[in-house]
């Protein structure tokens, strides 16, 4: 009796209450994948309604798989990569409007944009449609604007954040207040805020047009290392470390980042939480780094904000996961979310979906509400120029699947300087090999002695003219 009268409180009367994990039979998974064994804290994975993203190991330079997504089973060893970039690559993500677009940053200080051609790879695909060059260190993450269509973000180990603006191939921004290394980045649901974690400690909440920082919280007790903002209900949730190194969540209103509103311990393990957020349902999933198991829970606005529905086991460790954006889902099996699990020990993606059972056939209305889609509110120029808008929604009844009719169009470049805040960030990409170490020094050694010689040449020049002066005013006036 006491057990049923505590879960009452826990469960409420939520639709939600009985959601559960499908995997996906053997078949329709994607099997025979060399997956990276690098050890950054990213998914490694990006998934939309056409194509499957996953960044593998490979000698030399850093190659990523795109297999179109009915094409499960054993992929060939030999399945064309994209493979451009000189470094390991750290994160992929696809453009939410143009779904063969997908952008990569890799070790090599870059960032790139492939053009994913329609059916998928037929050979290795070296050339990007875009290189971006603008940050002096390795690019750890990419992000794309919520509701701009051609508005990417890069985080560096360099310790900003870049907006680039895909229009004109630059970059137009530079957000430049962490002073470490940035673990995560999350945006509201209009993109009219980005929420940041650091290496610092420090959690933040930023205007991204012009860099300031809104809400700052030092989090001692709480060490954060993702967040993300929880739709419109003006909140963040964290994931990080207690001070006796538990796995903990904290709730925070984005306003006020003195103190969190709740913190939760989760578990004893080491492994990173990852937090995914489901503004539809209102459902937030815990997925662990290094163990099989999805918690998930419904948050509200009211106290006690965070209700515990159920877990997801199992006995496969996960490296990272993709989600299917929404109009990818398969609204007549009743699924709510997709994840893609990366099983690095089995070269293993597979598949789970979190199913709402229901008894009826007919497409459910209470658990598909309007939902952002594949266009996009605003052009680049709307954006920078400070305008706003909410997302272009649809319905997933009719349009779940309409492919976007946009096009990517690469700008053609000219321009050899990237000024962001009149710094030249190109003139600090630094030298990937030895020799370029060498040729570089010589060449600033050379620079340093004709920029002396110009400045002593100026001086005199100067000393000349001050004594011209000089003799003019001393000379008597000429009548």
């Given at each position: 009796m006491t057990q049923e009268m505590s879960w009452r409180p826990q469960y409420r009367s939520s639709k939600f209450r009985n959601v559960y994990g499908k995997v996906a039979n053997r078949e329709h998974c994607f099997d025979g994948i060399p997956i990276t064994k690098n050890v950054h804290d990213n998914h490694f994975c990006a998934v939309n309604a056409r194509f499957l993203a996953i960044v593998t190991e490979s000698a030399g330079g850093g190659s990523f798989l795109v297999i179109p997504l009915e094409q499960t089973g054993r992929i060939e060893p030999n399945y064309p990569k994209v493979c451009g970039h000189q470094g390991n690559v750290l994160d992929i993500k696809w453009n939410p409007f143009i779904d063969n677009i997908i952008a990569s940053c890799s070790e090599d200080t870059s960032v790139r944009i492939w053009e994913i051609p329609e059916g998928g790879l037929k050979r290795n695909m070296t050339e990007a449609l875009l290189e971006l060059h603008g940050h002096s260190r390795r690019v750890g993450l990419v992000e794309w604007h919520?509701?701009?269509?051609?508005?990417?973000?890069?985080?560096?180990?360099?310790?900003?954040?870049?907006?680039?603006?895909?229009?004109?191939g630059e970059p137009v921004k530079m957000i430049d207040c962490h002073t470490d290394v940035i673990l995560c980045m999350s945006f509201n649901t209009d993109g009219s805020l980005?929420?940041?974690?650091?290496?610092?400690?420090?959690l933040r909440?930023?205007?991204?047009?012009s860099g300031r920082v809104l809400q700052e919280a030092n989090c001692k007790n709480?060490?954060?290392?993702?967040?993300?903002?929880?739709?419109?209900?003006?909140?963040?949730?964290?994931?990080?470390?207690?001070?006796?190194?538990?796995?903990?969540?904290?709730?925070?209103?984005?306003?006020?980042?003195?103190?969190?509103?709740?913190?939760?311990?989760?578990?004893?393990?080491?492994?990173?939480?990852?937090?995914f957020y489901d503004a539809d349902t209102h459902m937030l999933y815990l997925a662990g780094k290094g163990d099989g198991n999805i918690r998930y829970y419904e948050i509200s606005t009211e106290k006690p904000y965070l209700s515990y529905l159920m877990e997801f086991r199992s006995p496969a460790p996960q490296k990272?996961?993709?989600?299917?954006?929404?109009?990818?889902?398969?609204?007549?099996?009743?699924?709510?979310?997709?994840?893609?699990?990366?099983?690095?020990?089995?070269?293993?993606?597979?598949?789970?979906?979190?199913?709402?059972?229901?008894?009826?056939?007919?497409?459910?209305?209470?658990?598909?509400?309007?939902?952002?889609?594949?266009?996009?509110?605003?052009?680049?120029?709307?954006?920078?120029?400070?305008?706003?808008?909410?997302?272009?929604l649809m319905s997933l009844k009719e349009g779940y699947k309409k492919s976007s009719k946009m096009v990517f169009k690469a700008p053609i470049k000219e321009k050899k300087s990237v000024v962001v805040n009149g710094i030249d960030l190109l003139e600090n990409v630094p030298p990937r090999t030895e020799n370029e170490l060498l040729r570089?020094?010589?060449?600033?050694?050379?620079?340093?002695?004709?920029?002396?010689?110009?400045?002593?040449?100026?001086d005199i020049r100067i000393r000349q003219l001050q004594l011209e002066l000089k003799n003019l005013r001393n000379s008597p006036k000429n009548c």
């Open positions: 919520p509701t701009t269509n051609n508005i990417l973000f890069s985080a560096g180990y360099d310790y900003k954040v870049l907006i680039w603006n895909l229009d004109v980005l929420t940041t974690t650091c290496k610092d400690k420090k909440v930023i205007e991204p047009r709480h060490r954060v290392n993702r967040v993300v903002f929880l739709g419109n209900m003006k909140r963040l949730l964290t994931t990080g470390v207690s001070r006796w190194n538990t796995r903990q969540i904290a709730l925070w209103d984005q306003e006020d980042l003195s103190m969190p509103l709740i913190e939760e311990e989760i578990d004893g393990l080491s492994g990173l939480l990852f937090p990272g996961l993709g989600v299917m954006p929404k109009h990818g889902l398969d609204v007549s099996a009743c699924e709510v979310f997709r994840f893609y699990k990366l099983v690095t020990l089995k070269g293993l993606i597979e598949p789970i979906s979190m199913i709402v059972p229901r008894r009826s056939d007919s497409y459910q209305e209470d658990i598909y509400p309007m939902t952002p889609g594949t266009e996009p509110a605003l052009t680049p120029d709307e954006w920078l120029g400070g305008i706003n808008r909410d997302p272009v570089m020094f010589f060449r600033q050694q050379d620079e340093i002695r004709r920029l002396k010689e110009e400045l002593a040449q100026k």
